[in-house]
């Protein structure tokens, strides 16, 4: 296992570093991992496992001085692990996910996955540039969702740990060549994970291509903020700062039109419980997405970073605060896991056992003349942040 420690007495420095390699029976993990994070932000690195074509894989664990901790591996820049702090101080995985590689291989709902080249759905895997018909990969019944069959969630990226006085990070970076997955352009990628010693997790998007395409990069964990997955996340408190959302068809495309959120179950403007009305069969969006599988239009008065969600899990204590820089978020409750996934913790993962926060623009937007555009030229430089602060109450 390699190891970056910041701020070390060179003395020290060198010490962990050859200790790092060798096994401490002596001393419990827990105590290892708090003596880890007292000394500063750090990123250790260690084998995760091979692809069936034989490419490593490897997995890296960024630590800040708060005991927080997450794992995350450059296949797929999948989030694989991320351990918070309760209202008694003890510290859980709050993500779904599994636990190897071999999970992750299968058909996996996505769980952490970096997504590209365009989050959500495209409609009949179909849109047009400058008079241009691209046909993408289709991969959910006639559309395409999250970048085709092989997305960025399935690809291994170039990583580089670092760490700062402010935290740990992971730089993973990609090259999409022209035509992969039928989107047009050779887009390269820059994507940065940061666990700040605040307690945030930062993700900065950014990049560039050399022909005119399309672009609608998320993060597409599924947070359980019970911690190790105790129940589902139907007790969970939430708040979302948008006034309108995205309707769809029985295809769980966009309508082209927006809704008022005011007197309908997704109003989250005021905290609700997520269970409180996800079942209202009264409603017809709820029923076409058998529960929330929708995008929220933000109430952003600008370009910058502003909030756009709370969660709160009152029997763990744990507060999440969301940021973000984009137009929306696609809210998520986990309404296909069926029970016949066993992730971490040897959870059986059911119905609802996890809910997404996946911030972007809209579904479908190369179609939808009407919405924000997502379109990427030559010489512009796409960018994007969203961040997860974590605390209790």
């Keep these: 296992m390699r190891k970056y420690l910041l701020y070390l007495p060179v003395g020290l420095a060198v010490m962990l570093m050859t200790n790092s390699c060798k096994p401490k029976t002596d ?5 290892q991992a708090v003596d880890s994070a007292a000394h500063g932000p750090s990123v250790s690195e260690a084998p995760y496992g091979t692809l069936p074509d034989g490419t490593a894989v490897t997995l890296y664990t960024l630590k800040n001085t708060q005991g927080t901790e997450m794992t995350v591996t450059n296949y797929g820049g999948l989030i694989t692990t991320l351990k918070t702090a309760d209202k008694n101080g003890t510290f859980e995985d709050i993500v779904l996910g599994y636990d190897s590689l071999q999970g992750y291989l299968k058909a996996s709902p996505f769980f952490g996955a970096l997504v590209g080249r365009y989050g959500n759905r495209i409609a009949k895997g179909k849109f047009t540039l400058d008079g241009k018909t691209y046909s993408l990969a289709v991969n959910n019944g006639p559309n395409a969702l999250h970048g085709g069959v092989k997305g960025f969630d399935k690809v291994v990226w170039t990583a580089t740990p670092s760490t700062s006085a402010d935290g740990a990070s992971l730089k993973l970076t990609y090259l999409s060549k022209d035509m992969e997955e039928g989107y047009p352009g050779n887009l390269q990628v820059e994507v940065n994970y940061t666990l700040t010693n605040a307690n945030e997790l930062k993700l900065d998007y950014k990049a560039t291509t050399d022909k005119k395409t399309v672009l609608n990069l998320t993060q597409h964990t599924y947070f359980n903020l019970s911690g190790n997955t105790k129940t589902d996340i139907l007790g969970h408190t939430l ?21 008022d959120v005011k007197g309908t179950p997704f109003d989250f403007l005021t905290p609700h419980r997520v269970g409180e009305r996800i079942n209202d069969d009264k409603d017809p969006q709820i029923k076409m997405g058998g529960g929330y599988d929708h995008c929220w239009v933000l109430d952003k008065t600008g370009p910058g970073l502003t909030p756009f969600a709370t969660l709160y899990d009152s029997a763990s204590g744990r507060f999440l605060e969301g940021f973000t820089t984009e137009p929306a978020v696609q809210f998520y409750t986990g309404n296909f896991l069926d029970g016949s996934i066993t992730g971490k913790h040897n959870t059986t993962y059911a119905k609802r056992y996890g809910l997404c926060l996946e911030t972007e623009h809209y579904p479908d937007s190369p179609n939808q003349p009407q919405f924000p555009t997502t379109v990427l030229n030559p010489g512009e430089t796409y960018t994007s942040q969203t961040v997860f602060k974590f605390s209790t109450k």
């Excluded at 001393?27 to 105590?31: D, G, M, N």
Aim: glycine share 8%; hydrophobic share 40%; net charge positive.
């Design 27 to 31: 001393q419990p993990a827990e105590t």
């Design 239 to 259: 708040t979302l700062a948008a006034s309108k959302f995205v309707p769809v068809d029985k295809g769980l495309i966009p309508t082209g039109k927006l809704q």
